[in-house]
């Protein structure tokens, strides 16, 4: 991972962004403490889980050397910056019709992994220098299966994986939402209305008829939709509180 104009440029974009809350190292006293903050955990949680690590005898290799990027909240000019930092993400960031929501920037491997939504919010893994698809966890179709292994080996927490597990089933949940007929509000205004002569009611927007019975499953699949979507965001905002669902929603269907 060649920087270009040294580490004092990419020390301060990091800094940056770490002060405007779109940057973490995931595996820092700092990070914890804010966490424990923001969520009523225990100050300790952090010294806690180096413990348990400790028991399990992993070394202290793993502290400090994951940054999460929240790259989709972060301004054009903060992008632009890291691009002429890190020339090879040019093609990932400004040059694709999706850009990534979050890089995962591994400071022991020397690697940076790119994760998104794309078309119909299904999530996409690149590896930045090569643009090379990663099936990470097994949760694309395609793409390099190893890969993961040694970007994650000193991510004994697991933070990688629920940050995409957590991407993927959002998209999934959005893409499932904009699939179901009108919305939550539309639905309700259409089971309240009059049917007509065939029992037929009709939700704004739309063109077909429906029966009833399909409305109350418009509306019980829209609000699984959004459990499902607080659930991932959940997940997210633990590491990101500032995130909203909409933020992700790419809107190409």
Request: proline share 3%.
């Amino acid at each position: 991972m060649k920087l270009t104009g040294g580490t004092e440029r990419a020390q301060k974009w990091i800094s940056d962004r770490k002060a405007e809350g779109k940057l973490i190292d995931v595996y820092s006293d700092e990070w914890y403490a804010n966490r424990a903050a923001s969520e009523s955990l225990s100050q300790s949680w952090f010294n806690d889980l180096k413990l348990e690590f400790e028991q399990l005898e992993f070394d202290d290799e793993y502290l400090h050397h994951m940054l999460v990027v929240h790259i989709g909240g972060c301004g054009e000019e903060a992008k632009h910056e890291l691009v002429s930092v890190y020339p090879p993400l040019g093609e990932v960031i400004g040059a694709r019709l999706h850009q990534p929501d979050f890089l995962f920037i591994n400071l022991k491997t020397q690697q940076i992994l790119c994760a998104g939504l794309g078309r119909n919010n299904r999530l996409f893994i690149l590896d930045a220098a090569t643009g090379t698809s990663i099936n990470a966890f097994g949760m694309l179709d395609c793409g390099d299966e190893h890969y993961i292994d040694s970007f994650t080996a000193l991510d004994h927490a697991t933070f990688v994986e629920d940050i995409l597990v957590a991407l993927s089933q959002l998209g999934n949940a959005l893409d499932d939402y904009s699939r179901t007929p009108g919305n939550p509000d539309s639905v309700e205004r259409a089971l309240d209305s009059k049917p007509s002569v065939d029992s037929i009611y009709f939700i704004e927007g739309e063109d077909e008829g429906f029966s009833r019975e399909e409305l109350i499953g418009f509306k019980q699949s829209h609000e699984k939709s959004a459990q499902r979507c607080k659930a991932a965001m959940g997940v997210i905002n633990s590491f990101f509180p500032d995130c909203f669902d909409g933020d992700f929603n790419t809107g190409d269907y």
